[in-house]
């Protein structure tokens, strides 16, 4: 962007003059460019710029601190939008009507102190207008940017009606993270879920649905609150995790790009000034930041350029779908990404309603999550596991690499030994041994013998014994099989059962029932008959 000393030249003298005088400057200057020269070499004193700066009314400084956050320029008709109309006109009106004194928005204020410019910049798609910071303004409030927007929390403290059923955070996603981890590498389909695999990628665990082997075992063994700490760092400094291409709500489309990285810091940042320990409404957040900074994800305030469809199939563009798009981006990352990680506790008005208020998990986050896992296995003689919560990790991942996996109930993961679920692991290079070996250092009880003895039969001898569905023909007589053997429904028979059951081969059931016909005799089919 130009400095301030090439803004100011586009000035006239009296604007010069109004400029100083809002700083409580007295310029000495006749000439235009000499007037420009002595304000910018007292503008850019270090202190007396800070006070300058520190002194801007809330809604103008909001606007500045905007443009910096931006990078020092936004698209003119957007700037506008959100801050207000920054009037045209000549010297004689601007000197008779003098709106300096009481400037109609906030980028107006900026505009009559020099902080605020505008011109014409190149773009991709030719010149554009933009309101732009001088480059001398940048460092000066880039150093105050933090501070000021966190001085004060957006939104207010949740009504009682917002929090009515109280949704405490967990560490649950280190389970869930057990589990894909598992799926991944035993061929397994993990089962769907936004958030968890660019989360791993992130964290360095996977690349492209592939384990990163020692990263895993690392990952598995740390204690679980250091564990999820570094999924939360993962998350935080990741530039892949995109939130707004996971919101459950939207399909992205096309090849634009948006920053996650930033609009994930700004939204940190404001939570920040959020007290520890109180219950704030999501609602008021949200509302908060569309009403100052409704642009925090789209740096050039453009609301037509990005390819976004609601579940329908419909295009979400411009700023009235700013709640579906940028306020579901909020909400997302709060009650999605946030709660997930244990960062915050959610609330809702009534079970089975959606979040309306959050609490950020403070000083008590050691005391909550746990930090061992020391839980021990159940092991039936039926050949089923049952792992509790706090089972270490490590442990549950290679179980499940030798199970079938029932389902989970009251967060207590369930298995089950069978032959394909043991030729499954043989197949990676699993022996029984090593399972018996797991079993026997973290059973409650130890092993059933008769399992122990199940799992070095099948070790040496395969699988012994298998249950089939099978379809039975049955006829009254002896003599009516004996027909049906030798006619040309012999084929389609399989095994006797005894003098007058026989199995019939896999869909073969019509078959022999024509072939019966043609000796005249017919046959009930219950085949179809529920069991």
Request: with cysteine.
């Amino acid at each position: 962007m130009p400095d301030l000393l090439h803004s100011l030249r586009g000035y006239d003298l009296g604007q010069l003059r109004i400029i100083a005088g809002l700083w409580g400057l007295d310029l000495r200057a006749k000439a235009v460019q000499d007037a420009a020269e002595e304000l910018v070499a007292a503008l850019h004193e270090p202190r007396l710029a800070g006070e300058l700066i520190g002194a801007l009314p809330n809604d103008a400084a909001a606007a500045m601190h905007a443009l910096a956050r931006a990078g020092g320029r936004i698209p003119w008709a957007a700037f506008e939008r959100q801050f207000g109309e920054v009037r045209e006109m000549g010297a004689g009106r601007r000197d008779r009507e003098k709106p300096y004194l009481k400037p109609a928005s906030p980028g107006e204020a900026l505009y009559y102190r020099g902080i605020l410019a505008r011109a014409f910049f190149d773009t991709d798609k030719g010149p554009q207008e933009f309101a732009y910071l001088p480059d001398d303004w940048m460092p000066l409030i880039r150093a105050g940017v933090a501070g000021a927007e966190a001085a004060q929390p957006l939104g207010r403290r949740a009504a009682p009606a917002e929090r009515r059923q109280i949704i405490p955070a967990t560490d649950r996603i280190l389970d869930e993270a057990t589990t894909y981890l598992a799926a991944l590498r035993s061929g397994q389909a993990p089962k769907p879920d936004p958030i968890l695999p660019p989360l791993l990628g992130a964290a360095a665990l996977v690349r492209r649905e592939a384990l990163l082997g020692g990263a895993v075992k690392t990952f598995l063994e740390t204690p679980r609150r250091d564990a999820l700490q570094m999924l939360v760092d993962a998350w935080r400094q990741s530039q892949e995790f995109n939130e707004l291409r996971l919101v459950p709500s939207l399909v992205c489309e096309g090849e634009w790009r948006n920053d996650p990285g930033a609009a994930r810091a700004f939204l940190l940042n404001l939570l920040r000034a959020i007290p520890r320990g109180a219950w704030w409404s999501l609602t008021s957040f949200t509302e908060g930041i569309k009403a100052r900074f409704p642009d925090f994800q789209r740096p050039a305030g453009n609301y037509d350029s990005w390819f976004i469809k609601d579940g329908e199939g419909a295009y979400l563009r411009g700023f009235t779908n700013w709640d579906r798009v940028d306020g579901a981006l909020i909400r997302f990352m709060i009650g999605g990404v946030m709660y997930r990680l244990g960062m915050l506790d959610l609330a809702s008005p009534g079970e089975g309603k959606e979040p309306a208020a959050f609490r950020i998990v403070g000083a008590d986050r050691a005391s909550r999550f746990p930090e061992g896992e020391n839980a021990k296995l159940r092991v039936a003689s039926r050949g089923t596991i049952t792992a509790p919560p706090l089972v270490p990790r490590s442990v549950r991942y290679q179980l499940a690499r030798f199970c079938e996996w029932e389902d989970e109930k009251d967060d207590t993961y369930r298995y089950r030994l069978t032959p394909p679920s043991l030729t499954r692991a043989t197949a990676q290079g699993l022996k029984p041994e090593h399972l018996l070996a797991l079993l026997a250092k973290h059973a409650d009880a130890g092993v059933p013998p008769v399992l122990v003895k199940a799992l070095k039969r099948w070790e040496a001898s395969g699988t012994e014994a298998r249950a089939e569905m099978q379809t039975v023909l049955r006829v009254s007589r002896p003599e009516i099989l004996e027909q049906l053997r030798k006619s040309k429904a012999a084929r389609y028979l399989g095994e006797p059962l005894g003098p007058t059951t026989v199995i019939i081969r896999g869909g073969a059931v019509q078959k022999v029932a024509e072939a019966m016909a043609e000796l005249g005799l017919l046959m009930e089919d219950q085949t179809d008959l529920p069991t």
